[in-house]
């Protein structure tokens, strides 16, 4: 190949590429804008609707810092964009599990059984489609040591917390 053929197509290959790497740059803005939407609507739900536990999330290899992430009184955990809970990166499925907070307890209907077992005490237990875990409790799912935990919310005549079910919307269900 001659050398001018080599250099016009340096030329022509360029503009792909960097085409592609502003595509990439865009959807990782987009995709951190997203993130940062639904975090905030999380924060908002936690003083508007009533969070009423926390989701403690680390790496099973126990390498960086826990992530706690507060949790209404139901709703699903997935990587995807439509679960209420997003944990990405750590091998879970689009909609991994849905909880429900009833009692002091955590009921977990599994979506995907596979690749769940429990941690601590309860290690040996054989996992069904629904487990119920006490605060402090945790669950591997994936690659992440989900710990529950509960918080101590104010049960006045307008709080959110006296009332059944709420969703991020407000609406009772």
Do not use: W
């Amino acid at each position: 190949m001659e050398v001018q053929t080599y250099e016009k197509l340096a030329v022509i290959m360029r503009y792909p590429l960097a085409l592609a790497g502003v595509f990439i740059a865009l959807r990782a803005l987009y995709m951190a804008f997203k993130d940062g939407v639904r975090a905030s609507r999380l924060r908002s739900g936690e003083a508007k609707y009533g969070a009423v536990a926390m989701f403690s999330v680390l790496p099973a290899e126990r390498r960086g810092k826990a992530q706690r992430i507060p949790i209404l009184r139901n709703g699903c955990v997935g990587s995807s964009g439509a679960s209420d809970v997003r944990i990405k990166g750590m091998g879970l499925a689009g909609r991994q599990f849905d909880y429900e907070i009833r009692s002091g307890l955590m009921h977990i209907s599994l979506i995907r059984s596979a690749g769940v077992s429990l941690v601590g005490k309860r290690a040996n237990e054989e996992i069904t489609s629904t487990i119920v875990l006490a605060p402090g409790e945790k669950l591997m799912v994936g690659r992440a040591v989900i710990g529950f935990e509960m918080l101590k919310t104010p049960r006045g005549a307008n709080s959110p917390a006296g009332n059944k079910v709420y969703r991020l919307k407000g609406k009772q269900q």
